[in-house]
């Protein structure tokens, strides 16, 4: 699936950020700007092509825990056998500010980190 751009209000350094929504397991709005997907696809080339696996983490996730470190983020996990890094999990880092949620960064990994857990699919 290919995610489609919209040209968004939001304005910093004179630039016009282009973003997509995507709806998480508790029908929220979750933006997604291009900013933020080309940081994921630069700092972990692993995630190139992954949007379908985000869209489907935010909405379908194994488990959401909340971050140890920052009481605003939300981590969504959901176990892929098959991913461009074998089998694990793809974490969605969401930050939560009452009024704006949206991603910071995705990428696989190993294990589903510590702490409480905010979501369980048991």
């Known amino acids: 699936m290919q995610l489609i751009w919209e040209v968004s209000p939001i304005i910093q350094k004179d630039y016009y950020y282009k973003m997509k929504w995507l709806i998480d397991i508790y029908g929220r709005n979750i933006r997604l700007t291009d900013e933020r997907f080309a940081h994921i696809e630069d700092d972990h080339p692993e995630m190139i092509g992954q949007a379908e696996k985000i869209m489907e983490t935010l ?64």
């Open 59 to 122: 909405l379908q996730p194994d488990i959401i825990i909340k971050s140890k470190t920052d009481s605003e983020v939300e981590l969504f996990y959901r176990y892929y056998l098959i991913t461009p890094v074998s089998e694990k999990y793809m974490c969605i880092v969401v930050k939560n500010r009452r009024d704006d949620i949206f991603i910071i960064t995705a990428y696989f990994t190993d294990t589903v980190k510590k702490g409480e857990v905010l979501w369980d699919k048991k």
